[in-house]
């Protein structure tokens, strides 16, 4: 029982990271309806910012942070309005639009490696101290990740809920052409979202690779699957579904490691992932993603 209880611990602590990831990819596929499979990559690129911040500019490794989070969301930016909203304005269909995201994953991943080499890279200045809540134990890294992780989803729904900013999104999650006939600037939002999302991808990459003490070129493409899993078992298009989803796929996959290797555990995600679709296909929250009749 004792180690199940760890695992809990274990699950918030992969949890925090995952529900960072899955609301930017959410986020970006309700108000833009691109289902980017170049997100997890985009998790690389943001580690890979903070340690530029970390290894040039000698910055501490939560400013470090910060800075991987701004680099990929004005990357992501960039290259929504280069790649993908040229595609966009042709009319090319979702089936296509994935492709040509996937496309755009690996030529990211080789840019990586074309700087910084097929190598394994970690970060310095993470704090190691172990504390001790009750029968759970948690780094120092880990504990704050996880208040990052709750203040920033507690911003996002107050952002999305109180301000007009989030009015203007959702209504484009809603209705584009509608929202645009209503005085909202659906560029601007656009820009917004992309940003946001690649904001938020930075982020999840930084902790992620905080967590596995190292990483490499490939550290965002290996978690995209469970991030995708989290998304969809929430609600596709759903931010409120995404971090419910990342809170559940998160423990699951954790405590699972009590009975089967470590190794398989994302084979849990992706067999949660099969079962919700099947039965509950809209996720747990009723996502908000279009379907197009012809793909």
Not at 50 to 58: D, Y
Not at 75 to 99: C, E, K, W, Y
Not at 206 to 230: P, Q
Not at 273 to 289: A, D, H, K
Request: glycine content about 10%; aromatic content about 10%; proline content about 2%.
């Amino acid at each position: 029982m004792s180690l199940v209880i760890a695992a809990v611990g274990f699950g918030f602590a992969s949890a925090a990271v995952l529900c960072l990831a899955a609301l930017g990819f959410t986020l970006q596929a309700g108000i833009t309806n691109v289902v980017n499979l170049a997100y997890g990559t985009n998790l690389t690129v943001g580690a890979f910012g903070a340690l530029v911040g970390e290894t040039v500019f000698h910055l501490d490794i939560w400013l470090a942070m910060l800075l991987g989070a701004l680099i990929m969301g004005f990357v992501s930016v960039f290259l929504n309005r280069a790649v993908i909203d040229p595609f966009i304005r042709r009319g090319t269909r979702h089936f296509q639009m994935m492709l040509v995201t996937f496309a755009l994953s690996i030529v990211l991943e080789y840019v990586v490696v074309l700087i910084w080499g097929e190598n394994f890279y970690s970060y310095t200045g993470v704090p190691s101290g172990v504390l001790n809540i009750g029968p759970m134990s948690f780094t120092s890294s880990q504990l704050l990740i996880m208040g990052i992780a709750a203040l920033l989803l507690l911003v996002m729904h107050t952002m999305l809920r109180y301000t007009k900013l989030g009015k203007a999104l959702r209504a484009m999650a809603d209705d584009k052409e509608l929202a645009r006939g209503c005085g909202v600037n659906v560029s601007r939002m656009t820009d917004i979202t992309w940003f946001l999302s690649g904001a938020l991808a930075g982020l999840a990459g930084v902790s992620l690779a905080m967590t596995t003490s190292s990483f490499s070129e490939i550290l965002g493409s290996n978690y995209l699957l469970v991030v995708v899993a989290a998304a969809v078992l929430g609600g596709a298009g759903e931010p409120y579904g995404a971090m419910l989803g990342g809170l559940i796929v998160g423990v699951v996959t954790e405590v699972s490691t009590v009975w089967i290797p470590n190794e398989y555990s994302d084979v849990i995600a992706l067999a949660l992932l099969v079962v919700f679709c099947l039965f509950r296909p809209e996720g747990i929250i009723s996502g908000r993603v279009q379907r197009s009749e012809e793909l």
